[in-house]
């Protein structure tokens, strides 16, 4: 029991110091768009001390002093806002380069950091394709072959229907891309559907199988009938005709 109770503390210590010392928030940004940064703690900035937003740990972005002078660094002039009143910052329009720790800090005596972000910027996923490469038909099943595929990805999948309903060989089918983007192939209702994202953004394109399937059974032997019965009134009303034109030979 008390080494249970000990294990527990241990446990719970342990958690809340990994907690507390992996405060780095992962952001993923899309390029072109903004990235928004705020500071969630207390920022109290007495004489002698400076608030910044430093870039990988080297270089400022802005820095706020405390007379309320703020200042911006020359290669963040123009596409920066900073907040005094919150010490948030926006970073427009940013780029691959914009990747990277942004640390908000108070400078004094000792550093103390306040907010740390690792920024993740990714170009939104590409146009993909989604065809279907082969489909064998008939009355009561149709089996279909997609492929779904990225300049750098394809992935292929088998679909079987019967009159009832349709499968997925393997179930869903998903693959990461070399560019980290994920592909994934898999059925919804009546429909393909494969969707290629990755964090910041995803696509999809889809196909229904009944256009490629004529599976209705029942609109099939509705079908079957109509012919056997179309058939069998042309043989009669042929049969009919041919005894009325023999008769009238005959005679
Ligand atoms: C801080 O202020 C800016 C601009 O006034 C605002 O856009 C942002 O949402 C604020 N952030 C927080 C956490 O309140
Ligand atoms: C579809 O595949 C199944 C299983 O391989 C097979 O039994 C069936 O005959 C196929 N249907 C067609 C129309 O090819
Ligand atoms: C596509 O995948 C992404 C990531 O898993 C998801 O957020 C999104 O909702 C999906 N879209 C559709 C239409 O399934």
Same mark, same amino acid.
């Given at each position: 029991?008390?080494?249970?109770?000990?294990?527990?503390?241990?446990?719970?210590?342990?958690?809340? &110091?990994?907690?507390?010392?992996?405060?780095?928030?992962?952001?993923?940004?899309?390029k072109?768009k903004?990235?928004?940064l705020?500071?969630?703690?207390?920022?109290?900035?007495?004489?002698?001390?400076e608030f910044?937003?430093? /870039?990988?740990?080297?270089?400022n972005?802005?820095?706020?002093?405390?007379d309320t002078r703020?200042?911006?660094?020359?290669?963040? @002039?123009?596409?920066v806002?900073?907040?005094v @009143?919150?010490?948030?910052?926006?970073?427009?329009?940013v780029q691959?380069?914009?990747?990277? /720790?942004?640390?908000a800090l108070?400078?004094?005596? @000792?550093?103390?950091?306040?907010? &740390? /972000? @690792?920024?993740?910027i990714q170009?939104?996923?590409?146009?993909?394709?989604?065809?279907?490469n082969? *489909?064998?038909? =008939?009355?009561e099943?149709?089996?279909l072959?997609?492929?779904?595929?990225?300049?750098?990805?394809?992935?292929? =999948?088998?679909?079987?229907?019967?009159?009832q309903?349709?499968?997925?060989?393997?179930?869903e089918?998903?693959?990461?891309?070399t560019?980290?983007?994920?592909?994934r192939?898999?059925?919804?209702?009546?429909?393909i559907i494969c969707?290629?994202?990755?964090? *910041?953004?995803?696509?999809?394109?889809?196909?229904?199988?009944?256009?490629?399937?004529?599976?209705?059974?029942?609109f099939?032997?509705y079908?079957?009938?109509?012919?056997?019965? =179309?058939?069998?009134?042309?043989?009669?009303?042929?049969?009919?005709?041919?005894?009325?034109?023999?008769?009238?030979?005959?005679?």
């Open positions: 029991m008390a080494l249970a109770v000990l294990l527990l503390a241990v446990c719970v210590l342990y958690s809340w &110091e990994t907690q507390g010392s992996s405060d780095v928030t992962t952001v993923f940004v899309q072109g903004n990235l928004h705020d500071v969630n703690k207390p920022v109290v900035l007495v004489e002698d001390t910044s937003w430093t /870039y990988n740990n080297n270089s972005v802005v820095r706020l002093f405390n703020t200042r911006i660094s020359d290669s963040y @002039k123009g596409r806002e900073f907040s @009143k919150n010490y948030s910052l926006i970073l427009k329009n691959h380069s914009d990747s990277g /720790y942004y640390t108070i400078a004094g005596v @000792k550093h103390q950091p306040v907010a &740390e /972000y @690792k920024i993740i170009d939104p996923v590409s146009q993909f394709q989604l065809s279907v082969s *489909v064998s038909n =008939s009355t099943s149709c089996n072959t997609v492929t779904c595929s990225t300049e750098d990805s394809l992935i292929s =999948s088998t679909f079987r229907c019967d009159t309903t349709c499968n997925q060989e393997g179930g089918q998903s693959e990461v891309t560019s980290g983007s994920s592909l192939v898999y059925l919804l209702n009546d429909f969707n290629h994202s990755n964090q *910041v953004s995803w696509t999809r394109d889809m196909k229904e199988i009944q256009h490629f399937c004529s599976l209705t059974a029942g099939s032997l079908l079957v009938r109509t012919v056997v019965l =179309s058939v069998g009134l042309i043989i009669m009303v042929s049969a009919v005709i041919s005894v009325h034109l023999m008769k009238r030979l005959n005679k």
